[in-house]
C-alpha cells in the first residue's frame, strides 16, 4: 500500500477539523441556559462566630423559676416525657450546683442557698466538642455558627456521642418516642426509636430570626449572643460578672456562662 | 427420536405453567393511581418546580432540600420562577398537599415504596388533635 505524504496530511487535517465541530455545533445548538433554582437562607437569619449563653443563676430560685423554660423547650421540641428515670430524654433541666459543677467550684462556705437553687443544663454548645468526634456517620457536627447540630436522619444509635459528653446533655430514644408526647407542635418533627438528641440552641428559631425557646421564656434570666462579638450581651454580661463554666478543666470550652 | 411425544408434553406442561401467572392475571391488572389534589393545590396550579419534574424527581428535591435545611442551614428556596419555598416536608409540601393519604401514600403503595419520612416528620400541621 502506498500512501503519499500529502494524503495522510489531508486526512490529519480533516480529522483535526472533525474533532473541532462538537464544541462549535454545541454552542451554536445550546438553548438558553434555564433559571436554576436559588438556595440560601431567610431574611431574618441570625449568624454568629459562636453563638452562647448566659445563665443568671441569681435570678432562678426555685423549680417554679425553672419550669416554664424547660416546659417551653421541651413542648416545642416535642420532646417526650416518660416516667421511667432510664428512658428520659432532656434538653432542657435543672440540677443541683454540687452536680453541675463537680469538681469545677466548690459551694463550701459559699451563699446558702447555692446549695438549693437550681441550676440550669442543657447542651454546652462546646467550642471543642468531644460528641463530633465520637460520632462515626457525621451525625452531629459543629456549624460555622458554634452549634452542635444534629442530623436525626443521619444518626445511627450508637450512643458514643453520649459516651463522650461530659456533661450528660445527650438522651437516647429507647422507645419510639410520640406515644410519651402529650401535645405536639406540629411544625417541628418528633424523632424515633434508636436516635440520639439534645438541644441545638434553637436552630431553627434563630434561621427566622427569633431567639431559643428558653430564652425567649426566661425574661431576661438568661442572655443569648455571639461570644465572638465584643458588643454583644452575653460579653457585656461576662465582662461585667463573674462567671464559671461546667467542666472546663476537660478543656471542651463551653458555651454557657453561669453568673453563680 | 422414540422419546418425541414425552419431550413435547413436558415441554408444554412446563410453558403452561411458566406462563400460568401471565394468562391467571390477564386483564387484571391495577390500574395506575390517580393521586387527588386538594383545592390549595389545584388554585396554585404549578408545585415547586414542574408537574413532570416533580412526578419522577421529588425524592430528589426532597433529598436536597433535606441537606441544604440539615446541614448546610439554609432554608429557602427559589425556583426558577422567582418564587420563594421554606424548605420543609410537613409545614410547606404538606401545607399544600395535606391529603397525606390520597397524595403520597397512593403511589408509593401502588409501587410498593416505603418511605420512612413519616417516622419522624409529622403527616399533617394543619390538623390539630
Known amino acids: 500500500m502506498d500512501t503519499s505524504r500529502r494524503r495522510v496530511l489531508q486526512l490529519l487535517g480533516l480529522s483535526a477539523a472533525a474533532l473541532s465541530t462538537p464544541p462549535v455545533f454545541n454552542a451554536l445548538a445550546a438553548e438558553a441556559p434555564a433559571a436554576k433554582p436559588k438556595i440560601g437562607p431567610g431574611k431574618e437569619a441570625r449568624t454568629a462566630q459562636q453563638w452562647a449563653m448566659v445563665i443568671d443563676t441569681r435570678k432562678f430560685k426555685s423549680e417554679a423559676d425553672v419550669r416554664p423554660l424547660v416546659d417551653a423547650c421541651h413542648s416545642i421540641h416535642n420532646v417526650p416525657h416518660w416516667d421511667e428515670k432510664r428512658w428520659e430524654i432532656k434538653w432542657l433541666w435543672s440540677t443541683k450546683y454540687e452536680n453541675a459543677f463537680a469538681g469545677t467550684a466548690s459551694a463550701r462556705f459559699g451563699p446558702e442557698d447555692l446549695e438549693t437553687r437550681p441550676f440550669l443544663v442543657l447542651c454546652n454548645q462546646c467550642e471543642n466538642p468531644p460528641c463530633v468526634r465520637a460520632c462515626p456517620t457525621k451525625a452531629t457536627w459543629k456549624r460555622e455558627d458554634g452549634i452542635v447540630m444534629m442530623d436525626f436522619h443521619r444518626c445511627i444509635g450508637c450512643r458514643f456521642c453520649m459516651a463522650a459528653c461530659p456533661f450528660g446533655a445527650r438522651s437516647f430514644n429507647y422507645r419510639d418516642p410520640r406515644p410519651g408526647i402529650t401535645q405536639t407542635n406540629k411544625l417541628f418533627p418528633t424523632r424515633m426509636k434508636g436516635v440520639v438528641e439534645k438541644c441545638s440552641f434553637c436552630a431553627e428559631r434563630l434561621a427566622e430570626g427569633k431567639l431559643p425557646a428558653c430564652v425567649e421564656a426566661a425574661g431576661g434570666k438568661l442572655a443569648f449572643g455571639d461570644l465572638f462579638d465584643p458588643a454583644s450581651d452575653v460579653r457585656k454580661l461576662i465582662r461585667e460578672n463573674y462567671t464559671i463554666r461546667r467542666k472546663i478543666n476537660l478543656g471542651t470550652e463551653p458555651a454557657v456562662y453561669y453568673i453563680v | ?129
Open chain 2, 1 to 129: 427420536m422414540k422419546d418425541k411425544n414425552l419431550i413435547v408434553t413436558g415441554l408444554v406442561i412446563f410453558l403452561v405453567i411458566v406462563l400460568f401467572p401471565f394468562w391467571y392475571n390477564r386483564g387484571k391488572a391495577v390500574p395506575p393511581p390517580e393521586v387527588k389534589l386538594t383545592d390549595k393545590a389545584k388554585a396554585a396550579k404549578e408545585c415547586v418546580l414542574s408537574l413532570d419534574y416533580m412526578r419522577a424527581e421529588h425524592m430528589q428535591v426532597l433529598d436536597l432540600w433535606r441537606e441544604t435545611v440539615v446541614r448546610e442551614g439554609n432554608r429557602i428556596y427559589t425556583n426558577p420562577k422567582g418564587k420563594e419555598f421554606v424548605m420543609s416536608l410537613s409545614n410547606t409540601c404538606l401545607d399544600c398537599h395535606s391529603n397525606k393519604a390520597d397524595f403520597c401514600d397512593k403511589c408509593h403503595n401502588y409501587a410498593s415504596v416505603r418511605p420512612y419520612c413519616w417516622d419522624c416528620h409529622i403527616e399533617n400541621p394543619k390538623e390539630t388533635k
